[in-house]
């Protein structure tokens, strides 16, 4: 059948879905490495990975009209100048789960772990871009208003290919919008685009376009159902009677989120050591995480396990973080946290609160019960 050819998988990913392939990672083993190991980087795929041989691979990049303005083998691709940027890739259904207990949502299953970190290395967008003859370059580039992003993967019931796009104006802002063929230094996995994808630091996963055959300069943003139908988040009170796709934008820029991953009690010394990940959207760092052994009544900062790299307002890969907290006497606790950006952002209190139906964007704080401490 159509996924007769997926790759090999490690067996330490959650399978949240078979075919197409959805998994994540235990959200312990997130807060190892700054950087996710390639086999425990979360997937998402929408279809059966394609097979694509890489002499026969092609980068195309066309104007709206279908013009083609580049054609790059993968050769051409790598021969550009290689940039590397540190970038977390969050799909906005992370923590749909937490939603779905709310109110019944649609969409696949997700803990926390729907978010991954990883160093990507490929060629500028806009190397590639400027290697369009000059004259389309000052009519086409300009007037284009988004870049959409088609995949070489194809859904086998209707033949529909994956795509997304960005505003134009994400390029002017992100220098390192990639086209990516390396991954932590290796080659790129086939689940994870193999050999090229987009990555558009502090923007939402769903736009970082996997095995990506063209980029199109478009007046108007991608006609995919990926662009238009999904992927944009609405009231608590609307619901499948009343949505109105046109009405919200896409979503692009991620909001701040964070997540304890892994905790542990020190009996003797009546603590509880916390960590997990803080990240946001649109450059924008962590400069605080906050947490909290009783549910949100008293609060305690973390300690940011800060990277000198981290620039303010490019930071686009997470903080991970670290905490020791004074156990409550006896009896059930709640741990939380919640982080806060460089824009002083931070997270909503109630998952109730951002209810939506295909829920997406759920960055309310995060709670852990723990039965006994
Ligand atoms: N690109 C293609 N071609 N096909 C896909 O199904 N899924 C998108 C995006 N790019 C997808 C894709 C979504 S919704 C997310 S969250 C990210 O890829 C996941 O990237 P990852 O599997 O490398 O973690
Ligand atoms: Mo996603």
């Keep these: 059948g159509p996924y007769a050819e997926e790759p090999i998988r490690s067996p330490k990913l959650i399978v949240q879905g078979e075919a197409p392939f959805n998994a994540e990672p235990e959200l312990k083993l997130l807060v190892h490495d700054q950087l996710t190991p390639n086999d425990l980087f979360y997937v998402r795929n929408h279809m059966p990975v394609p097979v694509i041989h890489p002499e026969e ?5 066309v104007d709206t009209n279908g013009k083609m303005l580049v054609s790059l083998s ?21 923590r749909r789960n937490e939603l779905d207990a709310v109110k019944k949502v649609k ?24 290697l369009s003859p ?37 390029l002017h802002r992100v ?59 609405f009231s608590p009170g609307v619901d499948w009677d009343t949505v109105d796709f046109t009405k919200a934008p896409s979503i692009q820029e991620m909001p701040v989120v ?18 997990g990940y803080a990240w946001s959207g649109d450059g924008k760092g962590i400069i605080r995480v906050d947490v909290s052994a009783d ?36 009896g059930k606790t709640e741990l939380v946290c919640k982080a806060v950006d460089s824009a002083y952002n931070t997270q909503p209190e109630r998952a109730e609160s951002i209810w939506n139906l295909r829920g997406l964007l759920n960055n309310a704080w995060h709670r852990v019960d723990v039965d006994k401490v």
């Design 295 to 330: 549910g949100g009544k008293t609060w305690q900062e973390a300690a940011l396990r800060k990277k000198g790299s981290q620039k303010r307002n490019e930071t686009y890969d997470w903080t991970l973080w670290d905490a020791t907290i004074k156990a409550p006497a006896n």
């Design 258 to 275: 964070s997540s304890i991953c892994d905790h542990s009690l020190d009996g003797e010394k009546k603590t509880i050591s916390m960590s």
């Design 107 to 130: 969409g696949g299953r997700w803990e926390g772990g729907a978010i991954s970190n990883a160093e990507w290395g490929g060629a500028r967008l806009a190397d590639v871009l400027a």
């Design 175 to 233: 220098p390192d919008v990639l086209l990516a063929y390396e991954m932590n230094g290796e080659t790129l996995p086939r689940d994870h685009g193999y050999p090229v994808r987009a990555v558009v630091p502090g923007i939402v996963g769903a736009r970082c376009v996997k095995w990506l055959g063209r980029v199109v300069l478009s007046k108007e943003e991608s006609t995919s159902h990926w662009q238009r139908q999904d992927y944009r988040s």
């Design 74 to 94: 993968l050769e051409d691709l790598k021969k550009l100048p290689k940039h590397v940027v540190a970038a977390t890739i969050q799909c906005a259904g992370n």
């Design 57 to 61: 691979y092609r980068l195309e990049v």
């Design 134 to 170: 000059s004259s389309a370059k000052t009519i086409e580039i300009s007037e284009a208003h988004h870049l959409c992003f088609e995949g070489l993967d194809t859904d086998p019931g209707t033949g529909a290919v994956y795509a997304a796009s960005i505003p134009v104006d994400v």
